[in-house]
C-alpha cells in the first residue's frame, strides 16, 4: 500500500513538474486555441512579421527562441519535388532526394475510386515526412474547362462531383502524415496563358457550381490546412489577396480555419495582402518561375513594408493576429506535434501505390475485335513505335517535375512483361518529337537524338509493322511546352510531331493497330476509326511501364473512366465555341479579360446543351469483360427536403474474367426556375465482381445532390418538383431512369 502512494506521488510530481517547465503551446494535450493564445502572447511583433512570409524559396520561418522549428513547403502533386539551393530554382545537388512518382491527378480521377485518392495521400505524405517537409503544395483541383489548359494533367478533370469525391480523402491521407496540403490553384486558374494576368468573368452560378465545389470539399470534407491562392485575378483583385474568394467565401462562408499561401510571386501589394486573406506570402520577387531580387525576403509585402505601416499607425495588429493565429495552428499541426510519423520514402509500398493507381486509372478507350489484351499464347511478335515509348515523362512539365529513383518507361515495361512469355519484341522510333532530357536542372540522362527524316523513320516503322502480329503506338504529349506544361497552353488540338501520319502508315498495313495516348489532355483523333483499339496512358509516373504492361497484357483489368469529355474537335468545347478563350486584352494595361460564356456548361454539361458528339463521352471506359446493370430501384418516390433517396441497382460481371464497373449516378432536374444542365453527377461506386458475381449497388443522395446555385438569392436551393435519376456505366449511357419528387 505504501509503495504505492510513492509511487502515485512521484508520477503526480512528474506530471506537476512537466506542466511547470513545459510551456503550455507545447502541451500537446491542451485545446489548439488555448495553445495558439498561450504562444501569441509570447511573440514579439518582428517574430509575428517574420513568419507570415517566406525566408527562402520553400521556408518560412519558425521561432527559434521559442522552440518553433522552421516550416518547410515542397512541391507537388504527383512526388516531393527534389531540393533546390536556399534562394534559387537550381538543383541543391543533394543525392538523397530521388522519390516516387506518383500518377498524375487526372489518371488518379479516372479511377473513380476514393480509396486510391486516400491512398495516394498517405504514400505521398510518407514521402514527404521523410523528407522533411511540413507542406505539400497540391492537390490541384482546377476544373478542366479547356483541353488547351497546361495543367490539366496536375487536375482532376471536368466534374465539380467526381473532384469533390477524390480530393477530400487525398488531403485526409497526406494530412493523416502531419503533412498539411495546400490545395491549389484556388480559383479559376483554367488556362495557363496569361495565368498572372488574365481577370475572369463568370457568373455565379458558374463559380460555385463548377469551379468552386472541390475547393470546398477540399476544406469542409478533406479539412485542409492550406489553400494555395492563385496567380489570376476574379473581380479585378489578383486571388492571393482577394476579398470576395478568401475573406468571404472562403473563411466567413466555409469556415476555413488554416493559412491562405500565395502562389509564387502571386502577392502584389501589401494592404491588399493585409486586407484581403493572405497569410504566407511565397515567391514574392518571382514570377512564380523566375528570378527576383536577391535575399528580398524583408522586402515582402508582409515583412518590413508591413512593419512600416504598423510603425506609422495605420494599422494596429488586428489584421497581422488573425494571420498569425492561422499560421500558429498550422504549426500546431505539423512542426510543433511531437509524435508525427517519420514517414519512408521509395518503399515496395509506395511502388505498389503508384502502380495499382496507375493500373486503375488506365481508360481503355476502344477496343474492336478484342485486340487487346495481347495474348501471348498466340502473339508471337509485337513491335512497338513511338518515342512516348521510350521518353522519360517525369521530369518536365513545370514545378511537378519530379528527379525519381526509377521510372519504367512503357517499353521497357511492355518488353520485360512479353518477353517472359517468349513474344519477341521489336521497336520503332516512329517519329522524333522533344530530345531534351532536362528541366530545371535534372537530368533523365537519356539521349534522344535521332537525325533520320521523317520520311525514313516511318518506313523503317512501317515495314517492321508488317512483320509484326500487333502493333503497339506510344504517342501523345509529353510535358514539354505547349504539350502538357506549366506557363505553356497547347496551341493545337491535334497530336504534335506529325503523329497521325505515323499512326495512319500503321493502320494502313497492320490492322491490330493499339494506340496508346499519353498525355493529360484530350487529343484530336482522326484515325481513330482506323485503328483496332486506344488506351488513354496519362502520365503514371515511375511504374508507367508496368502498369501499361499490366492493362495491354490482361494481367490487370482496365476499369478506368473518363475525368473529361473527348471532344471530337475543339470547338465542341464552349469556351472555344464560344470564342472567349484566352479573352481580351485591355487597351492600355496589362490585363487580359477572360469571360466564362458558356457558364455552368462545361464538358458534358456543354455536350447535353450545345447536342455536340464526343470522340469518348466523361465517365466512359471499356473492360475486358462485360457487365449488366438490372432494375434499379429507390427507397422513396417522394422525399422531403432534407431527407436522402437510396437506388440500389444490380450490377452482375457477365464476363469471363473479374474487372471492376463504376456505376454512376446522374440526376436531372425536369422542371426548374432557373436553367440547369441536363444532368449532373451526383453519385457513383466502384464495384468489384468475379466472373457470373452480381453485387447491389446502393448509391444514396440528399438535397445536396438536388440543389441549384440561387445567384438572385446567393444560396444553394433545392426546388420542389420532379426529377429523374440516370443511372449508368458512362455519361452517355445511363439505361436505368427513375423518377421521383422532392416535395416541400
Ligand atoms: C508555381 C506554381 C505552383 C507551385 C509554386 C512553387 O508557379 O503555380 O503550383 O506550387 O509555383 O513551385
Redesign the pocket.
Known sequence: MKRTVISFAVALLAIVAYAAVTPLYLDESAPLEQRINDLMSRLTLDEKLSIIHAQS??SSAGVPRLGIPTFW?S???HGV?PDVLWDE?EQAGATNDSCVAFPALTCLAATWNPDMARRYGLALGEEARYRGKDMI??P?VNICRTPFNG?NF?YMGEDPYLASQLVAPYVQGLQSQGVAA?V??YAL?NNELF?HTTNVIVDDRALHEIYLPAFKAAVQQGHAWGI?G??NLYKNYHNCHNPYLLNNILKRDWGFDGVVVS????AHDTEQSINYGLDLE??TW????SEGAKNAYDDYYLALPYKRLIEKGKYGTKELDEKVRRVLRLFMRTTLRDHRPRGSMCSAEHYAAAREIGCEGIVLLQNKGEALPINTATVKRVLVVGENAIKMMTVGG???SLKVQREIVPLDGLKSRLERDGVIVDYARGYVGDTISSYNGVTTGQNLEDNRTSAQLIEEAVNKAREADVVVFFGGLNKRHHQDA??YDRESYGLPYAQDAVIEALAKVNKRLVVVNISGNAVAMPWRDRVAAIVQGWYIGSETGHALADVLVGDANPSGKLPYTWPEKLTDVGAHALGDYPGTKRDNEDIWDEEYREGIYVGYRWVDKAKTKPAFAFGHGLSYTTFKLGKPVASATRIAQGDSITFTIPVTNTGRRAGAEVVQLYISDLKSSLERPLKELKGFQKVYLEPGQTAMVNITIGRDALSYYDDQRSEWVAEPGDFEALIGTASDNLPARIKFTLTE
Open positions: 524559396k520553400f513547403t512541391d507537388g502533386p519535388r530554382w503544395l497540391g490541384g495543367r496536375e495546400c491549389k490553384h486558374n495565368r494555395m492563385s496567380y502562389d509564387w510571386g502571386g511565397f515567391g518571382t514570377d512564380g518561375l513545370g514545378s511537378s506549366e506557363e
